[in-house]
């Protein structure tokens, strides 16, 4: 039997007596509290449900591909205060591999970027929000295809992991920071070879974590981009504090529509509607002339993509958690691109992924604050005066 949580006494509770920090240290506590089983003390044990029950991604400010400039201004406590007024109770923080991760030197963290990770974490958790660090996502596919053949390759991996959680395991208590593996694992996904080689490298980061942090939760996610696909394959751990999640975007015809980044027929695709049905669709399938986004709409609408398919989907995950002992599964990504979804059809996909979600009791990281698929515009072009859709914050149930 695989047991998914093993839920005791440990949260970490600092206490007035406890020895004052310095002003210039964030530690929550020391090695030698941890020691201190006195210290630890019994609050609500299922912590890691409300923390993560509502969250947004803050794409874009630690990617390989990010303006540097901006490492220390992408976002402030403006917008930190904002996510927290809205309801959200996490962020998510993607960080590209690039970002802080050095081949040559991975038990060392990039020096000249680890000190605005280190400030983004500090203010938003002040802001009162937790934080899942995602310190492997996007980047250079070069590095994921190392780790799917050389073991060696992977050793480092580990290192760099052991790096990230000795800084900030006595900085954040583990209702504040939880731990992401990997975004999207999918080298050869085509061939399902993602399905053989992630889900051994994942439990050597796990077993990384592990050896230096017993207290946090580490959120692990299956391979084919951290698909439901690839989160059934997997086998879960035996490994206690493991929270398991998945990426949702179906179905693309929909969610991807416009976008040039996610391939030709993407491109080509407007005004795509949800809920789908072959009469919603007919209108766009008479006006093309090409037969690939004909074939695409034609499907899209025959398979009725709607409140109930979403609640089916949700509920065939939830049961394969159930079986497999899982206490609790989240969905850090999932979102519709804007620029050329019909406004309402839009607020309607987000608003029954989000109502399936949370029907079958799973938490959610909606992708993403700003940019394409986001919740805020800056019309003046002023980042400091950021506008709130208030239709999606209404179709999210915020």
């Known amino acids: 039997m695989k047991w998914f949580f093993t839920i005791s006494f440990f949260i970490l509770s600092i206490t007035c007596t406890k020895k004052q920090q310095t002003s210039d240290s964030l530690l929550s506590f020391t090695p030698e509290d941890e020691k201190d089983t006195s210290i630890w003390n019994t609050i609500r044990s299922d912590f890691y449900k409300q923390k993560l029950s509502k969250g947004i991604n803050l794409s874009n400010w630690f990617n390989n591909y990010s303006d540097k400039g901006q490492f220390g201004n992408r976002f402030t406590s403006i917008n930190f205060q904002q996510i927290k007024n809205l309801g959200f109770t996490h962020v998510r923080l993607p960080i590209a591999w690039e970002i802080l991760f050095q081949e040559n030197r991975p038990s060392e963290l990039n020096p000249l970027n680890i000190s605005f990770v280190d400030d983004a974490l500090k203010n938003l958790t002040n802001a009162g ?106 086998i879960p751990y035996n490994n206690i504090k493991i929270i398991y999640n998945f990426h949702f975007y179906d179905n693309m015809v929909f969610t991807h529509q416009g976008a040039t980044w996610a391939g030709d027929l993407f491109t080509k695709l407007s005004g795509v509607p949800y809920p789908s049905s072959p009469s919603a669709v007919d209108s766009l399938v008479k006006i093309t002339n090409d037969p690939v986004v004909k074939n695409a709409l034609i499907m899209y609408g025959n398979e009725n993509w709607n409140q109930q ?38 607020l309607n996909w987000i608003h029954d992924v989000h109502s399936s979600l949370e029907k079958y009791n799973i938490g959610w990281t909606m992708w993403e604050y700003d940019e394409g698929f986001g919740l805020i515009t800056y019309p003046s072009g002023n980042r400091n005066t950021p506008v709130i859709d208030s239709a999606l914050v209404v179709s999210l149930g915020l």
């Open 129 to 234: 929000l937790a934080v899942i660090i995602d310190p492997l996502h996007g980047g250079d596919e070069k590095v994921e295809l190392q780790m799917a053949t050389n073991a060696n390759y992977v050793s480092k991996i580990a290192l760099y992991w052991k790096a990230i959680v000795k800084r900030y395991r006595y900085l954040y208590k583990p209702d504040q920071l939880f731990f992401e593996v990997m975004n999207e694992p999918h080298i050869n996904t085509n061939n399902l070879f993602s399905e053989v080689w992630w889900p051994k490298v994942q439990q050597s980061i796990i077993d990384s974590i592990r050896a230096v942090d017993q207290h946090h939760y580490i959120i692990a996610g299956g391979g084919v981009w951290n698909s439901i696909y690839g989160l059934k394959k997997l």
């Open 309 to 346: 398919k979403m609640d089916s989907i949700m509920k065939d995950i939830s049961n394969w958690a159930l079986s497999n002992h899982i206490d609790y599964l989240t969905c850090n990504e999932f979102g519709s691109y804007k620029p050329k979804a019909p406004l309402q059809s839009r």
